[in-house]
């Protein structure tokens, strides 16, 4: 399972929690948690939601594209998904 790189970036630079992201999904907290710390695969329709939302690729949450890490620092992951 992948996780979802861009997104803890996203909701930590937003000061937002997955909590924050029910509202979007329709899915429990616990569930958003398997989903970016990839013990669960997002199903394409939550990907898509949660990419509208902030405005960015899916490529971008699955960490395909440059992210930052919580420290600042550019992290880039080519890697095949």
């Known amino acids: 399972m992948m996780g979802l790189p861009g997104l803890k970036f996203l909701l930590y630079k937003n000061g937002l929690s997955a909590k924050d992201l029910e509202s979007v999904t329709g899915k429990s907290t616990r569930t958003i948690q398997e989903y970016i710390k ?16 902030f405005d960015v690729s899916i490529d971008y949450l699955v960490g395909r594209k440059e992210y930052y890490t919580e420290d600042g620092k550019i992290e880039t992951n080519n890697n095949d998904v």
């Open 38 to 53: 990839g013990d669960t695969n997002p199903p394409l329709p939550i990907l898509i939601k949660v990419a509208d939302h």
